[in-house]
């Protein structure tokens, strides 16, 4: 398991690489742009090729990009489709240009609008994004399910994967916290086990590319997404070490998006928690 944090990619796309070493991150994630914004970063080849070697004389192994929270796949609107698409497809392309896992998407909101066309419209958008990029994968999150806010479950995902066309590029990344305030049980670890079956019957274990680290501010099964530092949240220490330790998991990236003791996201010392919380994980499995 490649377990890292989402780090900042100011002063340029390499900082990011640095950032994650100075935090012993074998992984780590970014966002292309700014997340509240729709303007793009547009990088050049040189800050691609910074990117890649610093990569390589690193001890990060993967990036994941994490697409900004303005694209809404499942939207009617055309105007708002049409900015979502090519803010997807850019991701996409910057992706391709740094050699990421894939690139990280919330798959919308439906808003008060019927749930079966919501995903085809939303399936549809992540379709066209992957047929005008080259190779990146899209990894739809599991979400906590907010006021109608897509991909709540892995029927919901099937129903995604499938309008996108059924394409191999569709991946999935599942976030603990999500998971969690979703109502998904994975307290213990026949509960995880059970939803890795489901996710290998309806998706097939292939599409499963990421996780998201995070506790849970808000208890189980609220839907609502609040992230904590791990031990801080109503998952707790034991069921994290279980999650991190789940034998299918094995070789993902792992992510901690974890607000931090001081609010500026994960440290070095949250890491290597987490690193601990998966060898625990390890021995209370093999006990
Ligand atoms: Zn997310
Ligand atoms: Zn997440």
């Given at each position: 398991m490649l377990i890292g944090a989402h780090v900042s990619t100011a002063g340029g796309l390499a900082k990011a690489v640095s950032r994650g070493e100075d935090l012993g991150c074998s992984s780590i994630q970014i966002f292309n742009q700014s997340p509240r914004a729709w303007k793009p970063s547009n990088y050049d080849q040189d800050a691609f090729d910074e990117f890649r070697e610093a990569m390589a004389d690193s001890g990060v192994q993967s990036v994941i990009i994490h697409a900004i929270y303005l694209i809404n796949p499942a939207t009617p609107d055309e105007e708002l489709r049409a900015k979502s698409l090519a803010s997807l497809t850019h991701a996409l392309r910057v992706g391709d240009a740094i050699g990421a896992t894939g690139v990280v998407l919330?798959?919308?909101?439906?808003?008060?609008?019927?749930?079966v066309p919501a995903l085809a419209r939303a399936g549809l958008l992540i379709g066209d994004a992957i047929a005008d990029s080259e190779n990146c994968p899209v990894l739809i999150e599991q979400m906590a399910g907010h006021k109608g806010i897509l991909g709540l479950d892995f029927e919901e995902i099937e129903a995604l994967t499938e309008a996108a066309g059924n394409v191999d590029r569709v991946g999935v990344c599942l976030d603990s916290c999500h998971l969690f305030a979703a109502g998904v049980d994975i307290r213990t670890a026949e509960g995880i086990t059970a939803m890795v079956d489901e996710i290998e019957e309806?998706?097939?274990?292939?599409?499963l590319k990421a996780l998201h680290i995070n506790d849970s501010a808000t208890e189980f099964g609220s839907r609502r997404d609040r992230h904590a530092d791990l031990g801080q949240g109503e998952i707790g220490e034991d069921a994290l070490a279980l999650f991190l330790s789940e034998p299918r998991f094995e070789g993902l990236t792992a992510t901690l998006e974890t607000p931090g003791k001081d609010k500026k996201g994960a440290s070095a010392e949250d890491v290597a928690f987490a690193r601990e919380l998966r060898e625990r994980g390890l021995a209370a499995r093999r006990s």
């Amino acid at each position: 398991m490649l377990i890292g944090a989402h780090v900042s990619t100011a002063g340029g796309l390499a900082k990011a690489v640095s950032r994650g070493e100075d935090l012993g991150c074998s992984s780590i994630q970014i966002f292309n742009q700014s997340p509240r914004a729709w303007k793009p970063s547009n990088y050049d080849q040189d800050a691609f090729d910074e990117f890649r070697e610093a990569m390589a004389d690193s001890g990060v192994q993967s990036v994941i990009i994490h697409a900004i929270y303005l694209i809404n796949p499942a939207t009617p609107d055309e105007e708002l489709r049409a900015k979502s698409l090519a803010s997807l497809t850019h991701a996409l392309r910057v992706g391709d240009a740094i050699g990421a896992t894939g690139v990280v998407l919330h798959p919308g909101a439906r808003k008060d609008a019927e749930l079966v066309p919501a995903l085809a419209r939303a399936g549809l958008l992540i379709g066209d994004a992957i047929a005008d990029s080259e190779n990146c994968p899209v990894l739809i999150e599991q979400m906590a399910g907010h006021k109608g806010i897509l991909g709540l479950d892995f029927e919901e995902i099937e129903a995604l994967t499938e309008a996108a066309g059924n394409v191999d590029r569709v991946g999935v990344c599942l976030d603990s916290c999500h998971l969690f305030a979703a109502g998904v049980d994975i307290r213990t670890a026949e509960g995880i086990t059970a939803m890795v079956d489901e996710i290998e019957e309806k998706l097939g274990l292939d599409r499963l590319k990421a996780l998201h680290i995070n506790d849970s501010a808000t208890e189980f099964g609220s839907r609502r997404d609040r992230h904590a530092d791990l031990g801080q949240g109503e998952i707790g220490e034991d069921a994290l070490a279980l999650f991190l330790s789940e034998p299918r998991f094995e070789g993902l990236t792992a992510t901690l998006e974890t607000p931090g003791k001081d609010k500026k996201g994960a440290s070095a010392e949250d890491v290597a928690f987490a690193r601990e919380l998966r060898e625990r994980g390890l021995a209370a499995r093999r006990s």
